[in-house]
């Protein structure tokens, strides 16, 4: 490795603003100014913070905040400054700084081959139309990765980010085809590996990044135990989980899609807080491809439900997660080193 590669990821809402203008604004308006080697926002259909005050878009009253998720990556020599300023610009909400690997500019493709550990998430950054033989880039990422084997992948949309140092917003009356878009999948580490090349040989010069990731559950079966941190590191430093669960949205007991019901009932339980994020292609276990289908009555895209929390307050979500999750989804598990609270 030549250097740290970062990633920044902020949880914030719609509406939160400075000086009278949108944070995410001013915030995309920084990444873009930087020049950084990839960011993305996100834009939430269902979730709460702190305050547990729910945001969804499936109430117009509920519907003028949604929850926001900007990602951010890097070399640390260029996030590292970034971070302080997003903290003085951000009135409200939660910023995460994690290690990332970034292969074809930290380190060679062949050193994922080493990569430590049993399993690996692998997250492609590129523009959400552009073409790779008659098909989208996030398309074509996505099926190499469904032929390599690995355990789940999602296609996130994103309606501004930046792309190879280059600000691409969403407009009206255009088809933003060099909008960002974030493909993401976790497998085994070895099939990872060998899928990169592949991967890499589509994405070209778009950044992609490598993480460490334990999977917990898939298509309703355990597959490894929720993992036991010490809740302060040997600096001192905070610890916190990320838990990530992957479904269809049709796949939800009863009339409530997939991630309506796991974020109502970790609210009920008072979780510190959950985002849900529509996708519209991936898969997930074994129980084949979801996709966004046009006039169809129930919708069958595919949702990625994020948690994070402290050790011991995962440890009682836990059994909200499991119930969820009895029949189907993909659970996986990360470590965050680094978080960041704002509020006022």
């Not at 909400?93 to 050193?111: F, I, K």
Request: contains cysteine; glycine residues 12%; neutral net charge.
């Amino acid at each position: 490795m030549s250097a740290e590669g970062l990633k920044m990821v902020i949880h914030t809402g719609e509406a939160c603003r400075i000086d009278g203008r949108l944070t995410s604004d001013a915030l995309m308006d920084l990444f873009g100014d930087a020049g950084v080697a990839a960011s993305v926002l996100l834009r939430g259909v269902e979730g709460f913070g702190a305050r547990h005050r729910l945001r969804t878009d499936r109430l117009l009253s509920l519907s003028e905040d949604l929850p926001l998720v900007i990602v951010a990556v890097d070399l640390a020599t260029r996030v590292v400054p970034l971070a302080a300023e997003v903290q003085a610009l951000l009135p409200r909400g939660l910023v995460t700084l994690e290690r990332v690997a970034l292969p074809g500019v930290q380190l060679d493709d062949g050193t994922a081959s080493n990569w430590t550990g049993d399993e690996a998430k692998l997250t492609v950054y590129c523009g959400r139309g552009e073409d790779h033989g008659g098909r989208t880039v996030p398309e074509a990422v996505a099926d190499a990765l469904r032929d390599a084997g690995l355990a789940g992948a999602i296609v996130l949309i994103g309606v501004d980010g930046v792309i190879l140092g280059e600000r691409r917003r969403a407009r009206v009356l255009s088809r933003n085809r060099g909008v960002p878009a974030m493909v993401v999948a976790v497998g085994a580490a070895d099939r990872v590996a060998r899928a990169l090349p592949v991967v890499r040989a589509i994405a070209g010069r778009h950044a992609v990044t490598l993480e460490r990731v334990s999977i917990l559950r898939r298509d309703g079966a355990p597959v490894g135990p929720l993992p036991t941190v010490p809740h302060r590191d040997d600096a001192g430093m905070e610890l916190w989980q990320r838990l990530t669960v992957t479904g269809g949205e049709g796949e939800g007991e009863g009339a409530r899609p997939f991630h309506v019901a796991l974020i109502h009932d970790l609210r009920a339980a008072h979780a510190p807080g959950a985002t849900a994020l529509r996708g519209v292609r991936g898969h997930s276990g074994d129980g084949g491809a979801h996709a966004e289908r046009l006039l169809s009555v129930r919708r069958s895209s595919p949702v990625l439900v994020t948690l994070l929390a402290r050790p011991g307050e995962m440890v009682r979500l836990w059994p909200v997660v499991e119930r969820a999750t009895a029949r189907s989804g993909l659970v996986t598990c990360e470590l965050v080193p680094t978080v960041g609270l704002v509020d006022g």
